[in-house]
């Protein structure tokens, strides 16, 4: 079947614009989960959703960074006022909490890059 | 304070010899490990977890709690593990958020 995806695959945007980055579940996931890769680092956690409601925002790095997942399947990171240093992959994991297995399946991330 | 350590940035190995990858843990409870790995032009995939104690592809990974590792071992490495390799930390009873290394990239040599 079809894995997580996100759109859009890469994303230039200047100093100070706002961006929305696009993340579609594998279909009958419960939990979504947005982390950010810098060059050289590993991923790095912002937020995951249980449903609808954000379960732990504890990532998120400042109020620029806002997500939403209103129907319980797709979500949307916002970023606002994009400042250089978010130039980042920003993935997007999906997982069935509660099942046999709870593996996280990743997208193949946003590369977003600020001017 | 959760915090995964991978100390090789780089490693190198030649086709048919032992590899380890090093992982380290820092974490207060009970915690569960992950191998993550990421091919050339691919998305990021899990290879194995310390609860399923199996052998995928021919690695193995023991939770070591003593010296808080989880070192990701293969006997005879293969052109085809090339790829980086990234250790994580989910809280066992928490958030499902997972902590990452900042991950290895192992080169087999032929």
């Known amino acids: 079947g079809a894995g997580v995806s996100q759109t859009p695959s890469n994303k230039v945007t200047e100093k100070g614009k706002y961006v929305e980055l696009r993340c579609d579940p594998i279909?009958?996931?419960?939990?979504l989960y947005w982390y950010r890769q810098s060059l050289g680092q590993g991923p790095e956690f912002l937020i995951y959703f249980q449903g609808t409601g954000a379960a732990d925002d504890s990532g998120l790095p400042n109020d620029r960074f806002f997500a939403v997942r209103p129907e319980g399947s797709v979500s949307t990171l916002k970023i606002q006022r994009t400042e250089r240093g978010d130039s980042a992959v920003y993935l997007c994991a999906s997982s069935s909490l509660g099942a046999i297995t709870d593996t996280q399946y990743f997208g193949p991330g946003t590369r977003l890059t600020v001017l | 304070a959760q915090r995964v350590t991978q100390p090789e940035k780089l490693l190198s190995v030649f086709k048919g010899a032992p590899v380890e990858l090093k992982c380290n843990y820092s974490?207060?409870?009970?915690?569960?490990l992950f191998w993550y790995v990421q091919y050339s032009r691919q998305r990021l995939q899990l290879l194995l977890r310390?609860?399923s104690r199996e052998s995928i592809k021919g690695f193995t990974a023991d939770l070591n709690k003593g010296e808080t590792s989880f070192h990701l071992k293969k006997p005879f490495a293969q052109e085809e593990d090339s790829a980086m390799y990234y250790c994580a930390l989910k809280a066992q009873g928490g958030s499902e958020k997972l902590v990452f290394g900042k991950g290895t990239k192992l080169t087999v040599n032929p």
């Open positions: 974490y207060s409870g009970s915690p569960e």
């Open positions: 310390h609860i």
């Open positions: 279909s009958g996931h419960t939990a």
